[in-house]
């Protein structure tokens, strides 16, 4: 046997290996995840701004009147401030160079710096990834005021009775446990095809994941972990709240209302199960990123109409002082550290970041560096979209917080 034949059969080998490999997972899992896994996720180097344009969506309307921010654009005043802090040099060419897709400083209702980089424009769509998460927790808040939701210490079985009959422990988590990423359900942070990860981004039926796969191994309110199962469960609540898809009571309570000058879209998991992405997936343009901080930093409220109580906002953006934070983010070591410093927390799927005289930013922030940043007292949005982080996960809201103590 010559050596072309033993390569050849070695070679065929390996893929018949890989090939039973395959249709074992496609066994356990399914085919479409299994694809989606090798190709967008392995082969396609895991999860891209651009996966707006693999998955199916659910489309967001906009209505008239269209609102727009005044413009009055002050470049050197930016350049001067954020390059004293950080000493970054040119501005753009920071931005170029960190990955960054849109910038945009809004003060008082006014543009003081917008612009656009690495072939995005205006009009781009930028992808929300967890900043999806904040638009959900509006959500809670606005269906709570309707009386579609009675609170949030209502019990998730309420709503999803079938996870009573999976495990009665379920009846001790309320939807507050799942805003607080404090159920006890169980989460391994991967992004291999069996982490949860990858599953809750890439799986083809997310209401059957989050109902059929979810195991609770801590009481809840014991410990902080950022889980993705969190919102999957709460986006099928406000589903059977409301009767209506997750995108359509956006659309109504939100999108409509604030005036949003482009359609937007929520990417969904597959045409079968045509259930929202609740982890991430809200798809628009940087500019109406920024209304949806501004409907926050007005607490609520969009000129003479209450879009949400302020009591809602109030409550998921501030700080909860009954935590032992040091004790509660224990099992994250990075978080940990943030919270241990008494800057940095978590409330109802926002981040917060302290100040003196109990005043206190707070931010939507989702992978790759997409934020929606507001500092209450300065009367101050920053939107930032990349595609890529390009500088220290926590470095552009340590420098937007330092902007917003000297602006």
């Not at 978080?335 to 005043?359: I, M, P, V």
Request: proline content about 2%; some cysteine; overall charge positive.
């Amino acid at each position: 046997m010559n050596a072309q034949v033993i390569v050849f059969i070695i070679i065929t080998l390996i893929l018949l290996i890989l090939l039973l490999f395959i249709i074992i997972l496609s066994l356990i899992y399914t085919p479409k995840y299994v694809v989606r896994i090798l190709f967008w996720g392995l082969g396609g180097g895991g999860a891209q701004i651009t996966d707006h344009e693999k998955f199916l969506f659910h489309k967001m309307e906009n209505s008239l009147p269209t609102f727009y921010f005044k413009k009055d654009v002050n470049e050197q005043l930016i350049n001067s401030i954020l390059s004293n802090i950080r000493n970054i040099g040119d501005l753009d060419e920071f931005l170029i160079t960190t990955g960054t897709t849109a910038f945009i400083i809004i003060q008082n209702d006014t543009i003081l710096y917008e612009k656009y980089f690495n072939g995005h424009t205006r009009d781009s769509i930028e992808t929300s990834f967890s900043c999806a998460k904040s638009f959900t927790s509006a959500l809670v808040g606005i269906a709570i005021d309707e009386g579609l939701i009675k609170s949030v210490g209502e019990p998730i079985t309420n709503y999803l009775p079938e996870l009573k009959e999976k495990d009665k422990k379920f009846e001790l988590i309320t939807i507050k446990h799942l805003l607080m990423m404090s159920s006890g359900i169980k989460y391994r942070e991967l992004w291999f095809i069996n982490g949860d990860n990858a599953k809750t981004y890439y799986y083809p039926d997310l209401r059957k994941l989050a109902l059929k796969h979810t195991k609770i191994v801590h009481k809840p309110m014991q410990y902080f972990l950022y889980n993705n199962y969190h919102p999957l469960l709460i986006g099928i609540i406000l589903e059977r709240a409301t009767g209506a898809s997750v995108a359509q009571y956006l659309q109504e309570k939100i999108w409509k209302p604030l005036g949003m000058e482009f359609e937007g879209s929520w990417s969904i998991d597959s045409k079968k199960s045509n259930f929202e992405k609740m982890e991430s997936g809200i798809n628009a343009r940087a500019i109406d990123f920024a209304k949806f901080g501004r409907l926050f930093l007005n607490n609520g409220k969009w000129g003479d109409r209450k879009i949400i109580t302020e009591k809602w906002v109030k409550e998921s953006t501030t700080i909860d002082t009954s935590l032992n934070y040091e004790n509660f983010y224990k099992f994250d070591e990075i978080y940990a550290q943030l919270f241990k410093s008494g800057k940095l927390y978590h409330k109802y799927f926002w981040w917060g970041f302290t100040r003196e005289d109990n005043k206190y930013d707070f931010c939507a922030r989702g992978n790759h560096g997409q934020l929606i940043y507001i500092c209450p007292h300065k009367k101050l949005i920053i939107v930032r979209h990349g595609k890529e982080f390009g500088i220290e996960r926590g470095e552009w809201t340590n420098l937007f917080y330092d902007f917003a103590t000297i602006i």
